[in-house]
């Protein structure tokens, strides 16, 4: 059974880049035709999706954030990365790393990280 884990700071300042690490655990990120994602939810709205990292290693980013976001990974530690730079209070969400499949729709999720951008 695949599991998904966030981890990273839970608060972080503005201007500065917000870096978060999503470990996986029961299956590798290199095989399977998935997109390893990263989505998330701002207090009282809806879920954004960021971006994903293929089973193959090529990398998607939402074009809302595209300049400022960048998705990699460690197939050595089954890891993938999301940074977000010159983060904004507009930033703070709840951030979900999350399997996805080709349909489109995400069938394993992380159990999420706060993270607030405040000085």
């Known amino acids: 059974q695949v599991q998904l884990q966030e981890s990273g700071p839970g608060l972080v300042k503005p201007s500065q880049t917000l870096s978060l690490t999503c470990t996986v655990s029961g299956g590798s990120i290199t095989t399977g035709d998935y997109y390893w994602s990263w989505i998330r939810q701002p207090p009282e709205k809806g879920l954004e999706w960021m971006g994903a990292?293929?089973?193959?290693?090529?990398?998607y980013n939402s074009p809302s954030l595209k300049s400022r976001t960048s998705i990699s990974r460690d197939t050595s530690k089954n890891q993938f990365t999301l940074q977000l730079n010159s983060v904004t209070p507009e930033d703070t969400a709840v951030y979900y790393c999350a399997r996805v499949v080709p349909e489109g729709y995400p069938e394993v999720w992380g159990q999420g990280t706060q993270v607030t951008v405040s000085s």
């Open positions: 990292i293929h089973y193959s290693g090529t990398t």
